[in-house]
């Protein structure tokens, strides 16, 4: 009976030291992919909040360019200089930088590294940095530097009278985005950067300020730190030592990642996110390093958490879903004609007005062609509303698959269309007219087979509003229907 007692026991210990096994490995999965999961919300966190400090970056630059850039007589100026010979060059480089003064006090305020203008061909026509702008006396530097300082860069294409200048682009330094980051979201940032980035375009001078990372030795990190530490320099290194441990050689994949580490009781996230430089080349990393002590809480309530999470997900999935669903169709709903698929009258009003200000600006031309499908009215009356919307779908498909991708179209009213034609003479409209004409006239449309069109064409002049432009077409319109219909008529605008 002992015997049996104890074989027994023996069965019972060895099911219950398996079922504790299992259910002990399926914690340590459940714990392991739920702490996954953490982490990935944590590199989409600390990717979301780099790419918000970069947009209001991008604002402020935008602002700036917007500012000095659009200017007619900063433009002027980039132009003269685009097309005097080299030696009267450095004339309208002085003009510029005396145009420039007032930028000299935001780039310090905002932090700003350098501002360069490239011509179409390559070449700095114009540089100058922050430490220069610092300085009392107004400098440009060595405008044959090809390499630059590191930062993030912000381009900007400059137009003068719609020729091409080149291009204006404005660098934020990386300490200043760290700092920002810093200050808005706390916890400790460094900007890890690849050695071959350094050496193939930072200037000497800036590639002093780095120096080698614990974690990986072919990445650099910035060597100015701060006094105001989220995290105690100690741990700090502490961290770094694990993390070289840790990450092995994941830093070359360029792949953002997450990885918890334990120093001294507590725990913290480092979240590793890629950085790439104008041309989308990886150079390295922006590194976030948080205490978090969450992650310990894993290994005792990881069903709450998982749980909690998964709401919270969905929750945010929801969210996403219908926000964008009402937003497509609060957009179809304001800009689309829901029987044609093409824009409707107030989308082209909204156009229309946008390209009649290029006009008055740019002296460029602009047509306008206003038609009506002849007797549409006979139409539905003899083969019913349904056939007269196939019909109206139909010439929508005629005339979109016969105009250029530049063209705007749409349905002005019952059978009525119009088409803005940008860059396009009144000799262009008058053809272009003539061909829609002429495709819906060839066209068979089932059960009714003909149907024609009539045309009313006119030019845009810097003088005109949408409604003056508008009438003219409209009694261009009228006149052809006058004239029997199924052709094309045009009013030029008064001399």
């Keep these: 009976m002992e015997a049996k007692i104890k074989k027994s026991t023996v069965i019972y210990i060895s099911i219950f030291l398996f079922l504790s096994i299992m259910i002990w490995s399926l914690f340590e999965l459940k714990k392991n992919q739920n702490k996954q999961l953490y982490l990935n919300q944590k590199i989409v966190k600390a990717a979301a909040e780099f790419t918000a400090t970069l947009n209001g970056y991008k604002m402020v630059i935008d602002f ?67 430490k220069s702008a610092n300085k009392n006396r107004l400098k440009m530097t060595d405008r044959d530097q090809k390499k630059v300082t590191g930062g993030f860069k912000f381009p900007a294409e400059l137009y003068f009278n719609n020729q091409f200048l080149g291009t204006v682009e ?71 030592m694990k993390l070289k441990e840790k990450i092995n050689s994941r830093l070359p994949r360029y792949k953002n990642f997450a990885v918890d580490i334990k120093v001294n009781g507590n725990y913290y996230v480092v979240s ?60 179809t709903l304001s800009e689309i004609d829901t029987l044609t698929g093409i824009y409707n009258k107030g989308k082209f009003n909204r ?28 139409i539905n009356d003899t083969f019913g509303h349904q056939v007269g919307d196939y019909v109206l779908k139909e010439i929508a498909k005629i005339v979109k698959s016969n ?56 030019e845009a002049t810097p003088e005109d509003t949408t409604d003056t432009v508008v009438r003219r077409a409209d009694e261009a319109l009228y006149l052809a229907k006058d004239k029997g219909r199924n052709r094309v008529e045009i009013i030029l605008p008064e001399v």
């Design 64 to 130: 700036i360019e917007h500012r000095y850039f659009t200017d007619p007589e900063v433009l002027k100026i980039i132009y003269k200089g685009l097309k005097s010979p080299e030696k009267e060059k450095d004339r309208y480089r002085e003009m510029l930088l005396a145009k420039l003064k007032p930028l000299y006090k935001e780039m310090r305020k905002y932090r700003i590294n350098y501002l360069r203008i490239i011509f179409p061909d390559g070449t700095i026509f114009f540089q100058f940095n922050r």
């Design 351 to 378: 156009v229309l007005d946008d390209e009649l200000k290029k006009v008055r600006r740019y002296k460029r031309p602009l047509g306008l062609i206003l038609f009506d499908i002849d007797h549409f009215k006979q």
């Design 170 to 240: 404005i660098a934020v330094s990386y300490d200043a985005v760290k700092d920002q980051l810093r200050k808005i979201f706390k916890g400790e940032y460094r900007f890890l950067i690849h050695k071959n980035f350094l050496l193939n375009k930072l200037v000497r001078e800036e590639r002093k300020s780095y120096i080698q990372s614990e974690i990986d030795p072919d990445f650099y990190y910035e060597s100015k730190l701060n006094r105001d530490y989220q995290i105690d320099p100690e741990i700090f290194s502490q961290i770094n």
């Design 272 to 331: 590793f996110i890629v950085i790439s430089d104008i041309k989308g080349e990886n150079i390295g990393y922006l590194v976030y390093y948080e205490k978090d002590n969450t992650i310990f809480l894993f290994a005792e309530t990881f069903l709450m958490m998982y749980g909690s999470v998964e709401i919270a997900l969905l929750a945010m999935l929801w969210l996403l879903i219908s926000l964008t669903t009402k937003s497509e169709k609060f957009r």
């Design 403 to 458: 105009i250029r991708n530049t063209d705007i179209f749409a349905r002005w009213g019952g059978e009525e269309f119009v088409i803005l034609a940008p860059e396009t003479d009144i000799n262009g409209l008058k053809m272009l007219a003539e061909k829609l004409r002429k495709a819906i006239e060839d066209h068979q449309f089932d059960k009714v087979k003909k149907v024609t069109a009539s045309f009313g064409v006119t």
